[in-house]
């Protein structure tokens, strides 16, 4: 069956340096011109994954521009993968840097709540989210917590609730919520967000109840939701497994695996 990994990421420069022992004991970063980037390729070749999607996050205001510049020219190779763009919501000049991110022509931006210390309903991403709703750019979120055990519920940035009001707002934006809708807060994640207007992810359901995973794919609707594996953090295998196991019938699964994807990406 065909695969597109609607959420991955490949690593270079000071990222990939940061976790330089793991990405290289795992085959990631290679002594390449490229990097990081071939890496996911042999990946994705080994593992029959026809298309990748790179979601680049990032850390810091001042990263955002140059992530982007390095970005558009991996998507100007023929190459399967496609990066969508970074934003931070205190980077100076995100106005600018919003138009840049359209006149390269990404089709989307990735935002991390937890990572970036932010709401989702932040008064400065308001101008965000009428921007890509005015102009049909993709936005792909990090909801919920990350994949600690004991995380404090109190510091939680990527609440369900939260983007429940982004969606209310904004209901012509074409939001992703990742992780299901809310890694490890799926109870609040079924109660918000499934069946409203707003895409889920796969990413990281290898630590969900196979039980849970098929409710919420039920309740959300299969055709709402997209195969991501969180990619090199979880492998295509282990993903596409969980996932196999929770789809209802061949058609639901081959909506989740690929078809979804490519109605977005106009693959």
Known sequence: MKIID??????????????????????????????????????????NVAFSVNLPVAANPWDAAEMNIRAAKYNSKDNPVLSFAAIHPASPGLEDM?????????????????????????????????FCSDNRLMVVAHGGAGTENNF?????????????????????????????GGLQVWDDAMKYLCAKNVMFDTAYCTIMDDMLLKEIIAAHGAQKVLFGTDFPWQTYKETADKVEKAAASREELELIMYQNAENLLNK
């Open 6 to 47: 609607f959420h991955s990421h490949f690593y270079n420069g000071k990222r990939a340096d940061g976790a330089e022992e793991y990405l290289v004991g795992r085959g990631l970063v290679l002594k390449t011109a490229d990097g990081g980037l071939d890496g996911v390729l042999r990946w994705m070749k080994e593992a």
């Open 98 to 130: 919003l138009f840049d991110i359209k006149r390269a022509g990404f089709m989307g931006i990735k935002i991390h709540p937890q990572e970036q210390d932010f709401y989702p309903d932040d008064e400065r991403m308001k101008k965000v989210y009428k």
């Open 152 to 180: 404090d519920r109190a510091s939680l940035k990527g609440e369900p609730a939260i983007f429940r009001s982004v969606i209310d707002d904004y209901p012509g934006l074409k939001l992703v919520v990742a992780h299901m």
